[in-house]
Structures are given as C-alpha cells and as structure tokens.
C-alpha cells in the first residue's frame, strides 16, 4: 500500500482544523480569560464548556454510538451544503454499518426565510413520517441546489410525493415545536461558534473535538477516518 495516499487528503482536514479551531478554545475552560486588570472591577467570567454529542431529536445515520460521530450544520439553499451531503451519505453508506462513523444533520439556515421553511419541511417530514422521510425530504430538497432552488411552493408537492398528507404536512410547517427545533438547531450551531455551512464537528469516543470546515470532498475525509482507526488500533 502506498504510504502516502493519505497526505494530501489529511492536510486538508488538518488545515481546516486548524482554522477552525477558534470554534472551541473560546469554550476552553483551560483557555485564558481577558486580562481584567485594566478594569479592577471586571468580573473575570467563568464560561461553561459547550457539550458537543447527539441530542435525542437528532437524526442519525449510523449507531449512536459509533467510534467516530459527525456533526453537520447545513443550509437547504447551499450548494457547498449539497455537495458535502452528498460526501456524507457516501461515508455514511460506507462506514455506519460497522459501527465506525454516525452521522447526524443539524439545521442552520442562513439564506433568509425560504431556507428555514425548507428547513422545517425536512423535519416535518420527520415527523410526520418517521426518519426515512425527514432523509427522503432532506435528498429531495437538495436534488436542485445546485441548479436551480426548489421553491417553497413546492414542499407539500413533493411531500405528496413521499406518501406524506398534505393537510398535515401544511399544518406541520406552522407548528411551533417544529419551528422550535429548527431554531435549537441553529442556535447550538451558535453557541458552538459556527459560522457559516457547511460546518461538521466530529468528536471521538476519548473525548477528542475537532472541526471539518467546508465541503471537504470525500477522499479528504476517508482518509481522516482512516487516520484516527489507526490512531485508535495502535493504542
């Protein structure tokens, strides 16, 4: 085997971490706060590590409780968005079935109005129709991002199309705990200091956090996964 089919691909991901890596430190609670003695009455603040693990309204592709989990924030009118979906399901499609990569796709969208119906459309889908659909919605949406949008007039045409109803389905895109998941979504992005799509996050059995910043292709990102197997096999 060639001991240097991996260089490339994983430069790229370290690159990304590196850059990426502000997402976290600002969380540290071993990262030095602002010096407060210009101000004697600053308070020196005392932040809270964000957690950075799947949430139980997560949907994911692949075991739980996998070697290697993935975050993805996403936005329905991004075509870097599509692409990296695209690079996931292969991974996905690839690695979940031996419990080595989970996946889940968290909603972040920054488009304006449109991407956060698309947003709640997916979820709807959900839950109206179980995680099948809210996958089946979610590569629906996408099959046009990269050409020309899907309007929103066009949801509940290809909810139909799923098998899904469409009184629900128009009731489900005005109700509030969809509404409130998508938001909980984005805002989690936030707090973990995203800042644009696609952003994934993938954090290890031991702990380890780091970011894949942008629509890394799919070999780039193989190859970290058979980086850290072999991390983790040599222990």
């Given amino acids: 085997m060639d001991d240097n089919k991996y260089i490339v691909p994983l430069a790229i991901i370290i690159a990304g971490a590196l850059i990426g890596w502000g997402f976290y430190s600002n969380n540290n609670p071993n990262s030095t706060p602002d010096d407060p003695t210009n101000n004697p009455n600053q308070e ?3 932040e809270t590590p964000i957690e950075v693990s799947f949430k139980a309204t997560d949907h994911i592709l692949g075991d739980p409780n996998a070697k290697i989990k993935i975050i993805t924030f996403s936005d329905f ?3 870097y968005c599509k692409t990296f979906h695209d690079t996931m399901v292969g991974i996905t499609d690839k690695y979940a079935k031996d419990g080595i990569v989970a996946w889940t796709f968290r909603q972040f969208p920054v488009h304006g109005a449109p991407t956060e119906i698309k947003a709640a459309a997916s979820e709807c889908a959900g839950s109206l129709g179980g995680e099948s659909k809210f996958w089946e919605m979610t590569e629906k949406i996408f099959e046009t991002t990269s050409t020309s949008w899907i309007t929103v007039e066009e949801l509940p045409t290809i909810a139909i199309e799923l098998g899904l109803n469409e009184e629900e389905f128009n009731a489900c895109l005005e109700n509030e705990e969809i509404e409130k998941k998508v938001q909980d979504d984005f805002q989690n992005g936030v707090d973990l200091g ?5 952003t994934s996050i993938v954090f290890l059995e031991s702990g380890e956090v780091f970011p894949i910043n942008g629509a890394q292709p799919y070999d780039a990102v193989e190859g970290m996964i058979n980086m850290i197997l ?3 096999n040599s222990l």
Avoid: A, K, L
Avoid at 194 to 198: E, I, N, S
């Fill in 77 to 79: 009118e991004c075509p």
């Fill in 230 to 232: 072999t991390d983790q």
């Fill in 44 to 46: 020196i603040p005392t």
């Fill in 194 to 198: 995203v800042t644009g799509t696609p």
